[in-house]
């Protein structure tokens, strides 16, 4: 074998040609097939396939980077014609409102239809591996570039729903953030009923004949709770802005859903809303629906009666140790340690011994998961230092009514002004099914008096 091909691109026409899901398919079968091929043989991987095999890996990264970024780029003359056919420019609406009458259904049946379509095609692309939804080779590109046939103007009173926050279906095999970790359920009304457990005792013994059988306990009860809103404004910025520089709308709608979901994220771990109290039906808890409970928030995993608590004890790992001991033990299974990014850092920088000795966790002699099972580690912002959450987080649900919405309006004091201004927002529940799967760790001795 040579090497004079060592440094020739792994890419060629025939994949340059390919949609990203198709390049991502290729390279990594490419790559496996070098590290099959030497196994087969018996042998180890030669500088020449190590590198093609990194080449390969390196292009099937760049492919799904380009498919990720996709999901935000709807090309200009689709964001064009959706607007054109539901007449945002139409005289007879307000600002920031659809008009009164009977094109009110068939707007919103043309906003859902058009979002659900595109929605539908990047649900294709992810399961199946590829993308059929190809460019028509302009540069006509909603996320970049400028040109004549934009119109802000068109823009200004529209709203736009391309949902990011809540995951329906197949949660990600490695999440990388909280809301990643909970599945969501999606429902029709802003009040919503769920079923919580707030005892499991096993019970199940052997039993001989005609003897009384034991009874566990599982004392289930009905739940009712309603959705919050969740929202953020930008500042006023001048309309030609939606004219002239086509990648606005999209970095707004991309960082203000961003917003939203650290938001969301913050009140699944602390929110303090609400509290929940027996109803004159039996076996039904109903939790407080008024508009001061409500403003309270989500009814967070850190406050929820009925979660375990595990204290510090001699050192971190220790702590972390036994914590995941006490959940085992009793019957859970954690799937995740939700942490601060901080409190993270200090565990993969732990060293053996002293400050001179070898990385404990980013050695290759041992790995911070062996102390928590099969825990998913993730970092968030939403847990404060020095706390961390141990769960089984299959027992937590997102509620959506409403996805992440942007809306634009230039009306009132802002139409005299020719600003525009975008606002986000969605409308989200959240429901803990069996508190007992959860643990409040903490990390840290209390501090001395």
């Known amino acids: 074998m040579t090497t004079g091909n060592k440094h020739l691109s792994v890419e060629t026409a025939a994949t340059r040609a390919m949609t990203p899901g198709e390049r991502m398919e290729y390279h990594l079968k490419q790559a496996k097939s070098i590290a099959d091929t030497a196994e087969r043989e018996g042998r180890e991987l030669t500088a020449y396939e190590v590198d093609r095999a990194n080449k390969h890996l390196a292009a099937h990264k760049s492919a799904k980077a380009e498919l990720t970024n996709g999901r935000m780029a709807m090309s200009h003359n689709e964001m064009n014609g959706l607007v054109k056919s539901m007449r945002f420019g139409d005289t007879s609406a307000r600002a920031g409102m659809a008009p009164r009458g009977g094109r009110t259904k068939a707007w919103a049946e043309a906003v859902a239809g058009k979002f659900k379509q595109r929605r539908d095609l990047l649900a294709k692309a992810e399961s199946s591996g590829s993308s059929d939804g190809s460019s028509d080779g302009s540069s006509d590109s909603y996320m970049g570039g400028v040109g004549p046939e934009r119109s802000g103007s068109a823009l200004v009173g529209a709203s736009f729903s391309v949902p990011t926050i809540a995951t329906v279906g197949e949660l990600p095999e490695q999440p990388s953030s909280l809301l990643e970790l909970i599945q969501t359920t999606v429902v029709t009304s802003d009040q919503f009923e769920y079923v919580q457990q707030s005892l499991r005792i096993n019970n199940a013994a052997v039993v001989p004949d005609g003897a009384e059988k034991p009874v566990s306990n599982y004392n289930l009860v009905a739940c009712e709770d309603r959705v919050r809103v969740f929202a953020h404004l930008s500042d006023p910025f001048p309309k030609r802005y939606l004219d002239d520089y086509t990648f606005v709308l999209a970095v707004l709608q991309h960082q203000m859903a961003d917003g939203l979901k650290v938001a969301l994220e913050r009140e699944i771990v602390n929110g303090t809303g609400p509290t929940p109290s027996v109803a004159s039906e039996p076996g039904k808890v109903v ?28 050192d971190v790992l220790t702590t972390l140790g036994t914590a995941h001991a006490a959940a085992s033990t009793a019957g859970e299974t954690p799937n995740a340690l939700v942490i601060h990014p901080a409190d993270l850092a200090k565990l993969n920088l732990m060293r053996e011994g002293d400050a001179t000795g070898a990385f404990m966790f980013n050695s290759g002699r041992s790995a911070l998961q062996s102390i928590l099972g099969d825990a998913h580690l993730i970092a968030s912002i939403a847990v404060n230092p020095g706390t961390a959450i141990l769960g089984d987080f299959a027992e937590a649900h997102l509620v ?30 959240f429901a803990l099914t069996r508190p007992s799967a959860f643990t409040r760790v903490t990390l840290d001795s209390a501090p001395a008096a």
């Open 400 to 429: 959506a009514r409403q996805d992440d919405t942007l809306d634009i309006d230039g009306s009132g004091e802002l139409f005299s002004k020719n600003l525009v201004r975008c606002r986000c927002e969605g409308r989200y529940g």
């Open 287 to 314: 939790l407080e629906s008024t508009v001061a409970a409500t403003e309270r928030g989500l009814p967070g995993i850190l406050n929820t009666p009925g979660i375990r608590t595990q204290a510090f004890t001699s």
